[in-house]
């Protein structure tokens, strides 16, 4: 069953550095988001990725944060200048169609920003 | 940001038995909830989806309710078997904001052999 991957499962960076996290989506989806949750809070969402374009971010998508699909398969999310309180799991999802369509979760990964 | 609530952070319930899990919502203009199941170290899995013109839709051991004058819906998984032990998570999303969705906070469920 296609599934959604993610690299690394966990980052340990000092605060200030910069930081890749990197999904590859299924591959006949067409639509990208990335989620984090923070210890013991709630999955926020981050930013939804269509046609090579951001087409909804949150106010937590700073300039700090970025996405990219470099080619046909990855899907990344780019942090400048990491804080402490990035220190969160990431999770990055994919779904065909977009509007009421499932979307389907990797398995995060951990950042931890000392 | 309390537009989608899961006030039950736990749940037990004996193998077997029913499990209903409750989420209200505050945001009329959601037009889709899904319910997703979480293991630790893993990403939230989906479980079953309902559009917001519908009532119920059924997967299955699982089924979700939705009562759109109240603002509420439910999970309910019969019969619930230890393997169904997880954090469950509702989540809410509309058309019309880049398919964002936002989540609950999630109910541990505990099932007992």
């Known amino acids: 069953e296609p599934e959604v991957t993610q690299t690394p499962s966990h980052q340990v960076t000092q605060m200030g550095q910069e930081v890749i996290l990197r999904c590859v989506p299924i591959s006949n989806h067409l639509y990208f988001y990335w989620y984090r949750q923070i210890l013991g809070q709630k999955v926020e969402f981050l930013v939804s990725?269509?046609?090579?374009?951001?087409?909804?971010k949150s106010e937590i998508f700073d300039d700090q944060f970025s996405v990219e699909r470099p080619d046909g398969s990855n899907f990344t999310l780019k942090i400048r200048s990491t804080k402490l309180e990035d220190s969160a799991m990431y999770f990055c999802?994919?779904?065909?169609?977009?509007?009421?369509?499932?979307?389907?979760f990797g398995p995060g990964t951990r950042l931890t920003v000392l | 940001d309390q537009q989608v609530k899961q006030n039950s952070p736990s749940l037990s319930v004996q193998e077997g038995r029913i499990s209903i899990l409750n989420c209200d919502y505050t945001?009329?203009?959601?037009?889709?909830f899904l319910w997703y199941k979480k293991y630790p170290a893993e990403g939230p899995t989906f479980l079953i989806s309902i559009s917001s013109i519908k009532d119920k839709n059924e997967d299955g051991r699982f089924t979700v309710f939705l009562n759109k004058s109240a603002k509420h819906l439910s999970l309910h998984i019969v019969p619930s078997q230890p393997g169904d032990s997880a954090v469950y998570f509702c989540?809410?999303?509309?058309?019309?904001?880049?398919?964002?969705?936002?989540f609950g906070g999630g109910t541990r469920l505990m099932v007992k052999p």
């Open positions: 989540a809410a999303g509309h058309n019309n904001a880049g398919n964002m969705l936002t």
């Open positions: 999802a994919s779904t065909t169609r977009g509007a009421e369509d499932t979307q389907y």
């Open positions: 945001n009329s203009m959601f037009d889709y």
């Open positions: 990725f269509y046609n090579n374009e951001i087409s909804e």
